[in-house]
């Protein structure tokens, strides 16, 4: 109680300065300021403001290469990224500003991904957290520290859809679900960008990585991507849009081509989606050296080329590639790159930086005191720890044996309860591992004996029997296995997505001494582990958690919190069922285990191990059956949709906590549409409530769910509904749920 206390007082601290975001715009007055820049700019000192270096990596922090400080002066660079902390942040500014003959201040970027000094979870882990307060405090949180280091643009939200396990990078993003992306992509940019951007602890956000990433073919980072148009606006474009509806300032290229055109040549997703239809108004940056890399993709001749084609397609900053800064001036000359394409991306650009408040204050996120008092403060702390429980996922919990007994021997076995440098996860922003509580110091003072029993990777075994020992000699086991930080992220595919190494082989072991064995998985993906999940008594998902995780999978196995987290992603049987999502379309054949002729394999279930939405809490829910009021809605001739926005269906359900101690539950509330035009998925989330029951207590929870809630793509590509029946499924995972039909009328 005390805790949650803390908590209200540590949100409302951190929030006071977020508000309703909206579709970012301009302010009244910018532009005047902006043309009377650009009147004074030659071509170079533009194609500078449109160019972006990294600083490099040094032993104690970033450092910067005697060339690209060069440039800056000369104007050939007006952005930097990479480069963090107040003292190195002001040197740079300082270049900018007083030796160089415009004075145009720099932006400084990086990717504060789930945290700046204060590691927040994975983001795939916070998305298990079903909490959007919870996530926008962790980007609140980030950028307080981040804004406060020198930084004023973060690349981030990722909002990739992840269906593919394989694909490392699904651990920066909110999983496979579409919906529930773009809730949780709205809720990063209102953290990022806080009360505005222009106030001194908010940065620009920026969406990644337009479009599509995440379906990669096969899982292989970086390779090509290809669908449907129907597939692509109806599952993958909808978190970009949400995020710049939520005002997120800056959009990035991603690396992959979509039908055909790799996406920072593709004037159809840059211009004609992102700015004729979705009203974007900010600035595009590539993603690093995706320009050049367009020659590669064979789809120009050359670097000069494709500048030419990102200029032309809509880009406006070129991340690391060097093309504009060599070539646009000869492109230019030629004709190939008109003068008003060059000005509009320079205006964009510089837009950003008046509303930044740049041009007023270029040292206004360079303030050593605030530095001071804000990186890793007892508050941030304290806050990456409620984020970090919220996070975590009970699997299994056979005969109860969580929550742990204080009284109880631990054995605490496995590599990764000492760690601390992989518990940072990847892009782990300024983090530090020494900072992080490892899970072993996070049960310091009980009665534990400990053993690393192997390594991540190699086949050796030589640990095995003393850690068979330790279990042995205790009442329960703990063991603490996963992926080490860089086996997921960026370039970190793999085909193997079990546990690595000889870990799956020593939990095995453990399970045959007869002793229970709880699980504690620290991981950047879906893992396959059926065996494990067949023979450890428990299983607790606790993804990266960052500075705090230790104390929180502590609160979490002593019960001093009571797990309430839901898997955003599949966890599948075997990598042979990837890609595999809960929202698949019908087919003609669908499953049917006494007919050899329908959608199955011959040597796996269809069910994954874990469906979406699933996670376990120390008590248990019931579920009654959903009711609808009323169960149609009412066609409306005038606005010519079909539904009247005016007269919602409400969905009720009674929900009750039926186990013993308090506990919260993530419901959830899936749509399907019995007859399209199209075919539509088997279900798909529409809205979730998270609700605390008291032992006992039962809730009555009602959704409200208009028009919106049954649009989809139609045969003829519009975006609407069509009348007919639906399915609404409510439950505690995509699959265990209770279904009410409603009707949509002409
Ligand atoms: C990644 C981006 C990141 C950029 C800058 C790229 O390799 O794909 O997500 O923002 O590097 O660090």
Redesign the pocket.
């Known amino acids: 109680m005390k805790k949650l206390k803390y908590l209200f007082l540590i949100a409302q601290a951190i929030f006071a300065g977020t508000v309703s975001a909206q579709l970012y715009k301009p302010s009244p007055g910018i532009e005047t300021k902006v043309n009377a820049l650009l009147a004074k700019m030659t071509l170079d000192e533009k194609i500078g403001q449109l160019t972006l270096y990294?600083t490099d990596w040094g032993s104690t922090g970033p450092t910067i290469r005697e060339g690209y400080k060069n440039d800056i002066r000369s104007g050939a660079c007006g952005n930097l990224?990479?480069s963090h902390t107040v003292g190195f942040v002001r040197d740079l500014q300082k270049v900018a500003v007083e030796e160089t003959r415009l004075k145009i201040p720099l932006l400084f970027g990086y990717?504060v991904i789930h945290g700046y000094k204060t590691i927040f979870p994975i983001p795939l882990g916070e998305a298990a957290s079903w909490d959007l307060e919870a996530i926008e405090l962790s980007a609140r949180v980030a950028a307080l520290e981040a804004s406060a280091a020198g930084l004023n643009w973060t690349?981030a939200p990722?909002v990739d859809i992840g269906r593919d396990p394989r694909w490392g990078r699904v651990m920066?993003g909110a999983g496979e679900d579409t919906w529930l992306g773009c809730r949780i992509a709205e809720a990063r940019v209102r953290g990022i960008q806080g009360k505005k951007i222009g106030s001194t602890d908010a940065m620009l956000a920026c969406v990644?990585?337009y479009a599509a990433y995440g379906a990669a073919t096969a899982g292989r980072d970086y390779n090509t991507v290809d669908m449907s148009e129907r597939f692509f606006r109806e599952y993958y474009l909808p978190p970009y849009k949400a995020a710049i509806e939520a005002g997120a300032a800056t959009v990035?290229t991603s690396?992959n081509d979509y039908d055909g055109v790799p996406v920072s040549g593709n004037k159809y997703l840059l211009t004609n989606i992102l700015r004729n239809e979705w009203g974007f108004k900010g600035f595009v940056v590539t993603?690093?050296t995706t320009i050049n890399e367009m020659v590669l993709h064979g789809v120009v001749a050359n670097e000069k080329e494709a500048g030419e084609l990102a200029l032309n397609a809509g880009v406006d900053m070129d991340?690391q590639g060097a093309v504009f800064q060599r070539f646009t001036k000869q492109s230019v000359k030629e004709g190939k790159v008109m003068r008003q394409q060059i000005d509009e991306a320079v205006r964009r650009i510089l837009r950003l930086k008046f509303e930044l408040g740049l041009f007023d204050d270029p040292y206004k996120f360079c303030d050593e005191n605030r530095e001071k008092a804000t990186l890793l403060s007892p508050a941030n702390r304290q806050a990456a720890r409620e984020v970090s429980r919220k996070s975590i996922v009970l699997l299994k919990n056979d005969k109860n044996v969580l929550p742990l007994q204080r009284n109880q021997r631990i054995a605490l076995i496995g590599p990764l309860v000492d760690n601390q440098s992989e518990l940072i996860g990847n892009w782990n922003g300024a983090g530090n591992a020494n900072d992080c509580v490892s899970l072993a110091a996070g049960l310091k003072g009980l009665n534990i004996i400990q053993a690393k029993g192997c390594e991540f990777e190699g086949s050796d075994k030589s640990g095995f029997e003393a850690a068979i020992a330790a279990a042995r000699s205790a009442d329960v086991v703990v063991v603490a296995v996963g992926e080490k930080a860089m086996m997921s992220g960026?370039a970190a595919s793999r085909t193997d997505i079990t546990l690595p190494g000889v870990q799956e082989e020593l939990i095995l072991e453990l399970c045959k001494t007869g002793k229970p064995v709880v699980v504690v998985l620290m991981n950047g993906r879906p893992l396959a582990i059926p065996n494990i999940a067949a023979n450890a008594t428990a299983i607790l998902e606790t993804w990266w958690l960052g500075t705090e995780a230790g104390n929180a999978i502590a609160d979490v196995l002593l019960g001093d919190y009571n797990p309430a987290g839901k898997l955003p992603m599949t966890f599948p049987r075997s990598v042979g069922q990837v890609p595999i999502y809960y929202n698949e379309k019908s087919t003609g054949r669908p499953f049917d285990p006494n007919s050899k002729w329908t959608s199955k394999y011959i040597d796996e279930a269809n069910a994954p191990l874990y469906p979406f939405g699933f996670g376990l809490s120390y008590t248990t829910f019931s579920y009654g059956t959903p009711v609808a009021k009323p169960s149609y809605l009412p066609g409306d001739e005038k606005s010519g949709t079909l539904a009247n926005p005016k007269y919602p269906v409400k969905v009720s359900v009674d929900v009750t906590n039926t186990g013993k101690v308090a506990g919260e539950e993530v419901v959830q509330l899936y749509v399907r549409d019995l007859v399209g035009s199209v075919t539509r998925p088997v279900k798909e989330l529409k809205g979730f409530q998270k609700v605390m029951l008291q032992p006992g207590e039962t809730k009555n929870l009602t959704f409200t769910l208009n028009e919106e809630a049954f649009r989809f793509y139609r045969r003829n590509m519009t975006f609407g509904t069509e009348p007919g029946e639906y399915d609404i499924m409510i439950g505690g995972n995509s699959q265990d749920v209770k279904t009410v039909r409603v009707r949509l009328e002409k």
Do not use: L, V
């Open positions: 990294t990224f990479n990717d690349f990722m920066e990644k990585h990035m690396f993603d690093y991340m960026e």
